[in-house]
Antibody, heavy 120, light 108 residues
Framework: QLQLQESGPGLVKPSETLSLTCTVSGVSLSSSSSYYWAWIRQPPGKGLEWIGNIYYSGSTYYDPSLKSRVTISLDTSRNQFSLRLSSVTAADTAVYYC???????????WGQGTLVTVSS | EIVLTQSPGTLSLSPGERATLSCRASQSVSNSYLAWYQQKPGQAPRLLIYVASNRATGIPDRFSGSGSGTDFTLTISRLEPEDFAVYYCQQYGGSTVTFGQGTKVEIK
């Protein structure tokens, strides 16, 4: 059974870098038949926002509104992928989800989400 | 970027009633790459429908999706108590992914 689990600090100071990791179990991220893997966020009480995604080959896509601050990377030895978001502000406070991209760019497996608060 | 507009913002219905949710795109959605999700408080979204009309694994057949181009619909034929939640549509096109703002289905 495929499972995803986000981990990382729940509190980040303004202007610093938010770093989260998604650990995947049940499938190998290095498989040539692998999927894209994505990060999505949801500010408290608001809707969903796509941050970006990565392929098993390491190729990435970032949402244009965040592109200058986002890096998504893959660690196949640990079966993890990670998110780094630099120069954070209070507007980056959100629940961050990792997910698997499936048919038609739908998201069929999600992590439980982790709340990251940006505050001094 | 394709903007998705969901309507209505809130739908107040009783269990057993039919729910019809709309998702309208600012441009045509290529290949009908339109998905629907259900989200309950404190939970991650759950995939219901992909490529406009395909039910995801384990999704009851009271959920159905339809539409193409710029107009898409999620229909819940008979609302069960567990169906009261927020529903989001999501599209992929032009190398970008966007979500609608959500429709809340609440108990009347």
């Amino acid at each position: 059974q495929l499972q995803l689990q986000e981990s990382g600090p729940g509190l980040v100071k303004p202007s610093e870098t938010l770093s989260l990791t998604c650990t995947v179990s049940g499938v190998s991220l290095s498989s040539s038949s692998s999927y894209y893997w994505a990060w999505i966020r949801q500010p408290p009480g608001k809707g969903l926002e796509w941050i970006g995604n990565i392929y098993y080959s390491g190729s990435t896509y970032y949402d244009p509104s965040l592109k200058s601050r986002v890096t998504i990377s893959l660690d196949t030895s640990r079966n993890q992928f990670s998110l780094r978001l630099s120069s954070v502000t209070a507007a980056d406070t959100a629940v961050y989800y990792c997910a698997r991209v499936s048919t038609g760019w739908s998201l069929d497996y999600w992590g439980q989400g982790t709340l990251v608060t940006v505050s001094s | 970027e394709i903007v998705l507009t969901q309507s209505p913002g809130t739908l107040s219905l009783s269990p057993g009633e039919r729910a019809t949710l709309s998702c309208r795109a600012s441009q045509s959605v290529s290949n009908s790459y339109l998905a629907w999700y259900q989200q309950k408080p404190g939970q991650a979204p759950r995939l219901l429908i992909y490529v406009a009309s395909n039910r995801a694994t384990g999704i009851p057949d009271r959920f159905s999706g339809s539409g193409s181009g710029t107009d898409f619909t999620l229909t819940i034929s008979r609302l069960e108590p567990e169906d009261f939640a927020v529903y989001y549509c999501q599209q992929y096109g032009g190398s970008t992914v966007t979500f609608g703002q959500g429709t809340k289905v609440e108990i009347k």
